[in-house]
């Protein structure tokens, strides 16, 4: 596995992220971790890893789109010293044009999301041992659907500026597709967008693969 011991997980994000942590960063016990795959994610590391005491850091803010959190970027993220630096954010980004339409200043258009992506992940390359971008994604099977297809321009975006800079890219909007293959998108998110502790759990999944966790007993 690539974490160190003490190694420091920063996890930015949205509700996704946050599920109840206390905000804006929470650590440490699950009342201040919330319950989301960050929680999952400290659960198995501790489980199986007890003796690296690896410090899981969740920093996401419900409600929250790229660019709140490329605002509070520095506070929040890189000034808490993070080893390793998981940014998921711009599900808020693509869902206030389709729920809040004639609110256009709740928009954040495709032009202006990869502007904040590139800022925070530019200078989280620079800050951290490693990076990990996490695609937004929206529970819909049919790619034809309006706002699954707006969610995989913003989707093109990480994947692009993820190899642009080296970070990892964790693919959420492949993986809950395929997932959804086999299960409705009810069965892990009533609205298709907040994951119950199955989705949290595919999200966790997800990046302990990405960090060569191995049950090891």
């Not at 620079?126 to 049919?142: I, L």
């Not at 990480?158 to 597709?177: E, H, M, N, P, V």
Request: include cysteine.
């Amino acid at each position: 596995m690539i974490l160190s011991k003490h190694d420091r997980i920063v996890f930015a994000g949205d509700s996704v992220t946050d599920m109840g942590s206390v905000n804006p960063v929470g650590e440490g016990f699950m009342e201040e971790l919330g319950r989301s795959y960050v929680h999952v994610v400290d659960a198995l590391l501790s489980a199986v890893y007890p003796d690296l005491y690896i410090q899981v850091t969740n920093s996401g803010v419900s409600g929250n789109n790229s660019r709140d959190l490329l605002n509070r970027f520095d506070r929040d993220v890189l000034n808490l010293n993070p080893d390793w630096i998981s940014i998921c954010i711009g599900i808020n980004d693509v869902w206030r044009q389709f729920d809040c339409p004639s609110i256009p200043h709740r928009h954040v258009s495709l032009e202006e999301y990869e502007r904040n992506m590139e800022s925070m992940i530019s200078r989280a390359v620079e800050k951290a041992k490693g990076v990990f971008v996490m695609t937004p994604y929206y529970m819909e099977p049919n790619p034809a659907d309006t706002m699954r297809a707006r969610m995989e321009e913003y989707c093109d975006v990480c994947r692009r500026l993820a190899k642009k800079y080296g970070a990892t890219l964790i693919d959420l909007q492949k993986i809950f597709a395929d997932y959804c293959t086999v299960r409705h998108s009810t069965y892990v998110a009533w609205d298709r967008v907040h994951p119950n502790q199955t989705g949290a759990t595919l999200i966790a999944l997800a990046f302990l693969k990405e960090i060569g966790f191995e049950i090891g007993f």
